[in-house]
């Protein structure tokens, strides 16, 4: 059977569990492992790999344990990194701001639009936003996915200092559905499709005032251990990856009744 690492660890925690009643009939220098004879060592490894095949559950019942350790301590420290970097998570100067800019509930993405589980989050986001009515929702552009996400970012920070929220949001909304790379044939077209002046945007993507928040974001994404998207900030709760509509609705429901 193949075990993962935290498997093989929590197998490892099982064993340390299984040498407590051993230990208790022998004195504690004989149960130190570094203590024993090949002898004793020997028995005690006998007596525990018996134990083991008539009770092969104890190693998965030590390893949910040790996933629930774990999965408590990441949250604890996903809470430590959200209240440390509030800040710069509820308003960094530049980000945007949509759905309801006086909520009472603050939902944060951190987004790459090449990502695939952010254009399967992107339609449940949005309704989630639309049928809630009070949520302020602020998208952190995260390109991460390589040159063709680098270049789809600086379109839309691009679009946000030329053309300003309501273009943003519409170039958002055809990059993350768009198929194919985003060379500058499809970057002008959307553009244009939408009334907005494509030649003003495309001379702004490689200015230095789009680089530095592409660089801040990248920066506060590390200081909170993100490398991966999509990830949320639900009001003062992290959520590593995608999670689907009732999900979502569930945790901002957790958030409103905590306030």
Same mark, same amino acid.
């Given at each position: 059977m193949f075990l993962?690492k935290p498997a093989?660890?929590?197998?490892v925690?099982?064993l340390c569990?299984?040498?407590?009643p ?6 504690a220098d004989?149960f ?6 090949p002898?004793q060592?020997n ?5 525990v790999?018996a134990?083991?095949l008539e ?21 604890a +420290?996903?809470?430590t990194?959200?209240?440390d ?9 530049f ?13 944060i993405e951190f ?5 695939g589980f952010?254009?399967r ?7 989630l936003i639309e049928s809630d009515?009070?949520i302020?929702?602020?998208v952190?552009?995260?390109p ?15 679009t946000?200092?030329v ?5 943003y949001k519409s170039v958002?909304?055809a990059l993350?559905t768009?198929e194919?790379n985003?060379g500058n044939?499809?970057l ?7 009334g907005l002046?494509a030649?003003?945007i495309?001379?702004e993507?490689?200015s230095?005032e ?14 909170m251990?993100?490398?991966g998207t999509p ?6 709760q992290m959520?590593?990856g995608y999670?689907?509509?009732?999900t979502m609705r569930?945790?901002?429901?957790e958030?409103?009744?905590? +306030?």
């Amino acid at each position: 059977m193949f075990l993962s690492k935290p498997a093989l660890h929590a197998s490892v925690a099982a064993l340390c569990l299984l040498a407590a009643p051993v230990a208790m009939a022998q004195d504690a220098d004989a149960f130190d492992f570094a203590n024993m004879t090949p002898e004793q060592k020997n028995v005690f490894g006998a007596e525990v790999r018996a134990y083991l095949l008539e009770n092969p559950q104890v190693i998965m019942e030590a390893v949910a344990v040790l996933e629930e350790r774990e999965k408590a301590a990441q949250l604890a +420290q996903d809470d430590t990194l959200v209240a440390d970097n509030m800040a710069r998570l509820m308003d960094d100067g530049f980000s945007w701001v949509g759905g309801n800019p006086d909520g009472d509930v603050t939902v944060i993405e951190f987004s790459d639009y090449r990502c695939g589980f952010c254009r399967r989050a992107h339609p449940e986001v949005s309704e989630l936003i639309e049928s809630d009515g009070n949520i302020r929702f602020i998208v952190k552009e995260f390109p991460i996915l390589g040159e063709a996400s680098l270049v789809s970012s600086r379109f839309a920070i691009a679009t946000l200092i030329v053309a300003g929220d309501e273009a943003y949001k519409s170039v958002h909304d055809a990059l993350i559905t768009l198929e194919g790379n985003p060379g500058n044939g499809p970057l002008r077209r959307i553009a244009e499709t939408l009334g907005l002046d494509a030649e003003a945007i495309m001379a702004e993507m490689d200015s230095d005032e789009v680089t530095r928040r592409i660089t801040e974001t990248r920066e506060l994404a590390l200081a909170m251990n993100i490398n991966g998207t999509p990830s949320f900030v639900f009001g003062d709760q992290m959520v590593r990856g995608y999670a689907p509509l009732p999900t979502m609705r569930q945790i901002v429901d957790e958030v409103r009744d905590s +306030q």
